[in-house]
Nanobody
C-alpha cells in the first residue's frame, strides 16, 4: 500500500515558478516509478511528467518540456515537480501517482496509487 500527498500548489503570476512535492508512505516507494498528471476544469486528466524508480530516466509532455523538471529523493520517499516559466494554461489540479513497475508509464490508467491533488493557478 502506498499513500501519496501532494503539496506546494498555489497562485503565481505568469513567468513564475512553483515546486510541487509528493510525499509517499509505504515501503515500496523506491521501487516504483512515479508520475505527475494534471486536470484543468472541463478537461480530461493529462500526463505531465514521469520518472523511473532510480531517477535516471524521465519523460515529459511536449507542453511542459524545457520548463518542468521531475525528480525524486528515495531516502525521503518524495517526488518533486519543479515548474518554471509558468503559463496561464498550466492552471490545473496537479496529481502525483505511483505505478507498480520500476519503469514509468505515460497513461494514467496504468497508475495504481494517486494523491488527492494540489491546485496550481497561474494568473496572466
Amino acid at each position: 500500500q502506498v499513500h501519496l500527498e501532494e503539496s506546494g500548489g498555489g497562485l503565481v503570476q505568469a513567468g513564475g515558478s512553483l515546486r510541487l512535492s509528493c510525499a509517499a508512505t509505504g515501503r515500496t516507494f523506491s521501487s516504483r516509478a512515479m508520475g505527475w498528471f494534471r486536470q484543468a476544469p472541463g478537461k480530461e486528466r493529462e500526463f505531465v511528467a514521469a520518472i523511473n524508480w532510480r531517477g535516471t530516466s524521465t519523460a515529459y509532455a511536449d507542453s511542459v518540456k524545457g520548463r518542468f523538471t521531475i525528480s525524486r529523493d528515495n531516502p525521503r520517499n518524495t517526488a518533486y515537480l519543479q515548474m518554471n516559466s509558468l503559463k496561464p494554461e498550466d492552471t490545473a489540479v496537479y496529481y502525483c501517482a505511483a505505478v507498480r513497475t520500476s519503469d514509468y508509464k505515460l497513461i494514467s490508467s496504468e497508475y495504481e496509487y494517486w494523491g488527492q491533488g494540489t491546485q496550481v493557478t497561474v494568473s496572466a
